[in-house]
């Protein structure tokens, strides 16, 4: 009898183990699915993670082979909600491929300090140029005007322009916020976004969530700029100098505000460099797997 219980025991406990390992692989295959179907979804929201994260630490991700770590700083693209712990995303750069990505309230349980985790971000950040001085500066307009043409000619069928309809400087609270919902429906579709904006200086643009990729003209010679401003009158070409030299300031700053600084003094190696910058950036959000290439660890 002893022998016999002793048996039976034994059985049903390895029908438990098999019913347990069942429903764990249902569980990761029913992950694996979702996660296949994610790929070629649209970006629904985007963050900019204010914590480090490392899936070392964690233990309960629906498919633990495709779960993604990040640091601070880091962008995320959610593509889909997998349940109130998950969503299904990829950490915005390339060769990224896509994963399980914590939830805003499983990464604030995580961290036990009641602070924010995520910052909401557009989908794609807007383009922003600066220098080399104000943007009233007609040295300014011209740099920018021909580097805004090679933008529209290199870049067609892939860039978005956001016009505000009043100046940065002027905006209210609720003004910002709604040039923030343009420049994030702008880049809803994966465009690049170019916001044309009379913002002079990194800070002008710190009140709203645009999250700009700031990129500075520099003419870092004070010989060369003020032969170039020569044409100003003395009044607008000391302020025009100051400011350059305010812009130049911002580049000793921690951290930089500056997403790429042109210092080229020719425009084909200017333009060469600010293809090359956004050509990255562009394949930094698209940087997901073809499903076929997805395949499930089966160890």
């Known amino acids: 009898r002893v022998i016999i219980i002793f048996c039976l025991r034994i059985t ?3 029908f438990c ?14 992950a694996f699915q979702a996660l296949t179907k994610a790929v070629n979804k649209q970006v629904q929201l985007a963050f900019k993670a204010l914590v480090d994260y490392n899936v070392e630490e964690d233990s309960d991700c629906p498919l633990p082979s495709y779960a993604l770590s990040f640091k601070k700083k880091n962008y995320l693209h959610m593509k889909q909600k997998y349940n109130d712990d998950w969503w299904i995303g990829r950490v915005v750069g390339e060769c990224e491929t896509i994963g399980f990505l914590p939830s805003e309230l499983k990464l604030k349980a995580l961290m036990a300090n009641g602070e924010a985790v995520y ?20 040295l300014t307009e011209l740099l920018h005007s021909g580097l805004i043409n090679f933008m529209k000619e290199r870049f067609a069928g892939r860039l978005n322009i956001v016009r505000p309809l009043m100046s940065i400087y002027s905006m209210n609270s609720k003004q910002s916020r ?28 710190d009140q709203a969530a645009f999250h700009p990729l700031i990129i500075y003209i520099q003419i870092s010679r004070r010989k060369v700029l003020e032969r170039l401003l020569k044409e100003s009158s003395q ?6 100098l100051s400011d350059a030299y305010r812009l130049y300031d911002h580049m000793q700053h ?17 333009t060469q460099n600010l293809e090359l910058f956004l050509e990255s950036y562009w394949a930094s959000t698209r940087s997901v797997p073809d499903p076929s290439t997805l395949r499930q660890d089966d160890s």
Do not use: H
């Open 254 to 270: 921690t951290p930089c505000p500056y997403s790429l600084v042109i210092t080229d003094s020719n425009f084909d190696d200017a």
């Open 17 to 30: 183990c098999c019913d347990v390992n069942m429903a764990g692989f249902a569980a990761e295959d029913k």
């Open 12 to 14: 049903l406990n390895n």
């Open 235 to 240: 009044r607008r070409r000391e302020a025009e």
């Open 178 to 205: 709604d040039l923030a919902l343009d420049v994030r429906e702008a880049g809803a579709s994966l465009k690049l976004v170019f916001m044309n904006c009379d913002a002079s200086f990194p800070t002008d643009l």
């Open 119 to 138: 910052q909401a971000a557009p989908i794609m950040r807007p383009i922003v140029f600066m220098g080399p001085s104000n943007k009233r500066s007609e």
